[in-house]
């Protein structure tokens, strides 16, 4: 604990280091963890040879340009056992699946000092959106099984999880019975939770409300602050890499953690200009398990261009465009955040791609890129699974194709084919 408490705080001092300061830092980290990869993991000792990067590179941070990007296909096209490192050690502490919002599953298993510092780094950005160690943060989407850390046995910063597959009236209950006095919700799960009837959660009373995972667009802030008139942050991270900025309080942007990865924004391979939207490509600076190095994620982003009025130099970018994902709906004004449907097939396994499309009220279309140990059990299983999530009299088919494109930042997991609010049918008989 001691360690950990000595780690945040010189996290939290990272906040503030002169822009040479933070670039030795990057710099030190970012030929570590180059290093490494070029030592220890087969892709990227295949990737640096053939584009003939010398030894020793990078020297400086302009030579990160350098180095070639990588996605997430061609990574999972080397195979799991190529872009995991070689050196032997404990088994991983963790493994994420990433998140359905491409279709595209990739396995990503974090070594227990990978996951240490992701979480130091997510607690960072509690504390600097004013989460104090009394306050109880309940988060509602993706989630982890994970052990319950000292600190929360000790009942400081206690957090739950309700995971985004769990029945929206069975979040509801929850929710009123922890009484979260931080709220971490991702978007599409808000607006699910903000669309029912009646309003149950309007008599909540969290000091600030965190959304993350997809875009917080105009409409549903609007709502958010309707229901509860509280304020409200903005989080953008990913599964391969981890919580990749955080806004600030004085809400001029999007702090981006800047000590724990490179964030390049690029247009056309070119690095964007201020206020320009670009592709945003990652490079993990604490993570040697599964290095991410210039890892194109197929988000939008815009850097502000400007200096944070709150002092720190950690970079500002807006809030990123490209995830906004469509709910699953239908009769009667129901609606399900794609949540369950994502965590079904991403969990299947035997699924290379896919992508839901909502036709219409009741008919949901799933196209699929299925692997060679992809059965008809197995899509019967699934299609069970799905059916039980959603309302009845829904039907669903699955349907096979060679592949589902995927320009950057225009792939939705989930499209609606339905008008956006459109008013749902007539509710079926009782
Ligand atoms: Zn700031």
């Not at 070639?68 to 799991?80: E, F, H, W």
């Not at 004013?130 to 994970?146: A, F, S």
């Not at 490509?281 to 988000?299: C, E, H, K, S, W």
């Not at 035997?350 to 839901?356: A, F, N, P, T």
Request: charged share 20%; aromatic share 6%.
């Amino acid at each position: 604990m001691t360690g950990n408490l000595v780690s945040l705080a010189t996290l939290w001092r990272n906040r503030f280091l002169r822009p040479g300061q933070l670039e030795a830092l990057q710099l030190k980290k970012l030929q570590a963890v180059v290093e490494s990869a070029r030592r220890d993991v087969p892709f990227y000792r295949d990737l640096y040879a053939r584009a003939g990067l010398p030894p020793g590179m990078p020297r400086t941070m302009a030579d990160l340009q350098l180095l070639p990007t990588v996605s997430k296909v061609q990574m999972r096209a080397a195979g799991l056992h190529t872009v995991v490192s070689e050196r032997p050690g404990p088994p991983p502490a963790l493994t994420f699946r990433t998140s359905g919002t491409t279709g595209i599953p990739l396995t990503i298993p974090l070594s227990a000092a990978d996951f240490r510092i992701r979480s130091l780094i997510d607690f960072r950005c509690l504390l600097s959106a004013g989460m104090r160690p009394w306050h109880r943060l309940v988060t509602v989407g993706p989630g982890q099984t994970r052990p319950v850390p000292i600190h929360e046995k000790l009942g400081l910063f206690r957090t739950n999880v309700i995971l985004g597959e769990v029945h929206p009236d069975r979040q509801v209950e929850l929710l009123l019975k922890l009484r979260p006095d931080v709220l971490w919700c991702y978007g599409t799960e808000l607006r699910v939770l903000l669309e029912m009837p009646g309003h149950p959660l309007k008599t909540l009373r969290h000091r600030f409300l965190i959304v993350s995972g997809s875009l917080l667009d105009d409409r549903l802030r609007r709502m958010a602050e309707q229901e509860w008139g509280r304020e409200i942050f903005i989080s953008y991270g990913c599964m391969e890499t981890g919580r990749i900025a955080m806004e600030c309080p004085r809400h001029e942007g999007l702090h981006v953690n800047a000590d724990h990865m490179l964030v390049e924004i690029l247009n056309n391979g070119r690095p964007a200009l201020p206020g320009e939207t670009g592709e945003v490509v990652l490079t993990a600076l604490n993570q040697f398990n599964m290095p991410f190095i210039r890892y194109r994620l197929g988000d939008l982003a815009a850097w502000t261009g400007r200096p944070c009025s709150c002092g720190s130099t950690l970079p500002l970018i807006c809030a990123p465009e490209g995830r906004n994902e469509d709910l699953l709906r239908f009769a009667g004004g129901k609606s399900r955040s794609p949540t369950s449907f994502s965590y079904a097939l991403r969990s299947s396994g035997h699924l290379d791609q896919y992508q839901v499309v909502q036709e219409t009220l009741d008919w949901i279309r799933i196209r699929i890129v299925p692997l060679p140990t992809w059965t008809t059990g197995e899509q019967d299983r699934l299609k069970q699974q799905l059916l039980a999530s959603i309302p009845a009299g829904v039907r669903i088919d699955f349907e096979p194709v060679e592949r589902i494109e995927t320009p950057p930042g225009k792939h939705r997991m989930v499209i609606s084919k339905l008008p956006p609010d459109a008013p749902a049918g007539p509710a079926p008989p009782a």
